[in-house]
């Protein structure tokens, strides 16, 4: 049945799927993307697959949706990242004056964060307190009803890395906890790990950054967006040990991502059209949001939880999402512009 859009034209009703990447403070940016999205009354969301801050944005849009629709997300997004900034006001880790003279977000020369960065060089979470609570613990129980989240309509598909195993573990609405989404945004030189139902668990960055999989099984859409913060190509060679790291990191996070989009343009080659989950593989549409903006952050600037930041984030999040419903909205049901055929060249 037609809707009407933010514009005034009517448009049909869109089925689509979200797959949420993480990335510390940056998914301020992914906040300011479902913010807007959620203006269109004509896109109607499945199902997310979400990890680290993608999860945590998942829930709490899930939550609010399910209490009061779209309006109800766009509310709870905005109390929880203006928690999360309440929670920062009292860490050490703040930019340094230079850095707030100079305008820039990072904190490269916060005094705390070139301590803590040593400290994580040398001793875990194990050995020094800064291994113990996490904060966001306690944002999560004040801004997700869990108990209503169990039963939201949007299907959630969260993922967490299992230390003993190596596997992703993609937990469900039902499974759903603060444990749950502190443990998919769970950074081992930060934290301890998150123990669920006996077993340790890690960043779900490091197994599945999101996790395409369950949307592809357990979804009816044959639209994902895509919400990108972790660069995939970065010019030039890093060369400093903090840089070396952080593209390491960027590497790694991408990887499962970049397999599964992969294996999902190989398979819609082959697949068989007679076979109905083969043909849904094959009905496939990928679309990406993204913004070069984030690729000239620095890492640290991951930490960094100023309000004025995050609403920077979010303002070019909703950006973003606004140039590509200008420039590919109409493509949402129809074509794939995310071409990921080209990940089989030189395959």
């Known amino acids: 049945m037609p809707v009407r859009s933010s514009t005034g034209d009517e448009r049909p009703t869109q089925l689509i799927d979200l797959a ?28 997310v697959s979400g990890t680290s801050a993608g999860a945590m944005n998942a829930a709490v849009m899930a939550d609010g949706h399910a209490k009061a629709g779209g ?20 860490s050490p880790l703040q930019r340094s004056p230079l850095d707030v003279l100079l305008g820039r977000w990072t904190l490269d020369h916060s005094p705390a964060y070139i301590g803590l960065d040593l400290l994580a060089r040398v001793f875990s979470p194990y050995d020094l307190s800064f291994g113990g609570s996490n904060p966001l613990s306690q944002v999560l129980s004040d801004t997700v009803d869990f108990a209503r989240l169990a039963n939201a309509p949007i ?10 195993t190596g596997r992703p573990r993609v937990f469900r609405n039902a499974d759903l906890s603060p444990d749950v989404l502190l443990a998919s945004a769970c950074l081992p030189t930060m934290f301890q790990a998150v123990e669920i139902d006996g077993d340790p668990y890690w960043d779900g960055g490091y197994s599945g950054n999101p996790t395409m999989t ?11 967006i895509l919400v990108g913060i972790n660069p995939v190509e970065r010019p030039g060679i890093p060369r400093s040990a903090r840089d070396i790291l952080n593209r390491l990191n960027e590497v ?20 068989d059209p007679g076979n109905a989950e083969c043909a849904h593989w094959a009905r496939m549409r990928i679309h990406l949001i993204r913004s070069d903006m984030l690729t000239g952050l620095g890492s640290s600037s991951k930490l960094n939880a100023e309000w004025a930041f995050l609403a920077m984030l979010r303002d070019e999040g909703r950006r973003a999402a606004e140039e590509f419903l200008a420039t590919q909205g109409e493509d949402l049901g129809r074509r794939s ?3 990921i055929d080209r990940l089989l060249q030189g395959v």
Do not use: C, Y
């Open 252 to 271: 790694s996070f991408n990887a499962v991502l970049l397999k599964e989009l992969r294996m999902m343009a190989l398979l819609r080659q082959v697949a």
């Open 20 to 47: 949420l990447q993480g990335g510390g403070s940056h998914g301020a940016f992914t906040w300011g993307v479902l913010d807007r999205l959620l203006e269109e009354p004509w896109m109607r969301i499945e199902a």
């Open 214 to 224: 369950p949307l592809i099984q357990e979804s009816i859409s044959d639209d994902t």
């Open 337 to 339: 512009t995310l071409d």
């Open 71 to 90: 309006e109800g997300a766009r509310r709870a997004l905005e109390t929880f990242w203006r928690r999360v900034s309440e929670a920062a006001l009292l």
């Open 155 to 164: 299907k959630l598909f969260i993922t967490a890395t299992n230390v003993r």
